[in-house]
């Protein structure tokens, strides 16, 4: 949590007029940046400008510290670096949790809703396995692959930026993992306390889930999800747009196959990320104590892991912590029982 001394570059008297200007109407980030470079400071266009009185800003901030949070002003010290270079900026962000975090590496990891258990569990796998290789993992906390991504990387970082105030809670039945997110990664906002969710809320804050990161993961988008938003922005910002493929038939890829046909990277693991990112891969290897597993339990956990997605077979054995054997053994009874369909590239699903 923060310590009530904020490391600030600002003059205190610069970042009270930003934090004025930022809250005032009809001052949206643009116009915030085309104000500084107009009159050279805040300060200066307070003066000339009617913007909010600073009694309602030493409100906000005060009401923000009681919760333990404050601002991250454009400018100050903890301000993340890769927002600031971007021309819509968010003049401030509301922040809970530890602002060391924007410090590191970030990806983001986005996706369905309404994700499948198969698009769950990738995206937690990626998650983890991406938080092991040294990157806070970035996402919206909504529904589906946002919070799988999220709850898998709380040990190794993560940031949850949100359409509404930092103190509302959205989806409702998140608070415990928002909660948790404020204790132990960060969670950001750009709107004022007590702001609601609202339609246009959610596209601008996916500009920062993608502004905050080096690259976007988009794992099972619709054609029109708000996803693709995330990615195109990703895209505008010169970021790399990393996309799981899925089947054709299946419409929650509709929109992904479509980010790799015009060009997306495709994601196979964490791998292919790392890779074009200059990271190192990752190796993997069968758990040694996969054979103590019984056999009645292995196949549970392998039919379990299989659904109408194609999935790799080493990623089986990675995922259900079993043998290569036993993997090919429950896939070949499955198989001649004529409920096992086999893909290219040695993946396969349930029929």
Not at 285 to 302: F, H, L, M, T
């Amino acid at each position: 949590m923060f310590d009530g001394t904020p490391e600030m570059e600002l003059a205190p008297e610069e970042r009270r007029a930003r934090l004025r200007l930022a809250r005032s109407a009809r001052i949206g980030p643009v116009t915030f940046h085309e104000a500084l470079a107009h009159f050279g400071s805040a300060h200066a266009a307070c003066t000339t400008l009617a913007t909010v009185a600073e009694a309602s800003i030493e409100r906000e901030e005060a009401a923000l510290a009681a919760q333990g949070g404050r601002f991250l002003v454009f400018g100050d010290a903890h301000y993340p670096a890769a927002l600031a270079a971007l021309p819509d900026a968010p003049p401030v962000l509301s922040a809970l949790g530890d602002p060391a975090w924007l410090a590191r590496p970030m990806l983001a990891i986005v996706g369905a809703r309404d994700a499948s258990l198969a698009g769950r569990r990738f995206a937690a796998d990626l998650a983890t396995s991406l938080g092991a290789s040294g990157f806070v993992i970035a996402s919206g906390l909504a529904r589906g692959i946002d919070a799988a991504a999220h709850e898998a990387s709380l040990e190794t970082g993560t940031v949850a930026v949100l359409a509404c105030g930092v103190d509302q809670v959205y989806p409702p039945h998140h608070a415990a993992l928002q909660a948790a997110i404020a204790e132990r990664g960060l969670i950001l906002s750009e709107a004022p306390l007590g702001a609601p969710p609202t339609a246009r809320a959610f596209p601008r804050r996916n500009r920062i889930v993608s502004g905050l990161s080096a690259g976007v993961v988009v794992i099972e988008a619709a054609e029109r999800s708000g996803s693709l938003i995330t990615a195109q922005r990703a895209a505008e910002q010169g970021r790399e747009v990393f996309v799981v493929p899925g089947s054709p038939m299946d419409p929650r890829y509709a929109g992904s196959n479509g980010l790799i046909r015009d060009g997306a990277i495709l994601v196979r693991d964490s791998n292919d990320i790392l890779s074009v990112l200059g990271r190192p891969s990752i190796v993997r290897q069968a758990p040694e104590n996969a054979k103590e597993i019984p056999g009645d339990e292995a196949s549970a956990r392998i039919v379990q892991a299989l659904g109408a997605v194609p999935t790799a077979v080493d990623e089986l054995v990675r995922r259900c912590q079993v043998s290569a054997a036993a993997v090919s053994e429950v896939l070949m009874a499955l198989e001649l029982e004529g409920r096992l369909e086999r893909h290219r590239g040695n993946r396969v699903s349930l029929i």
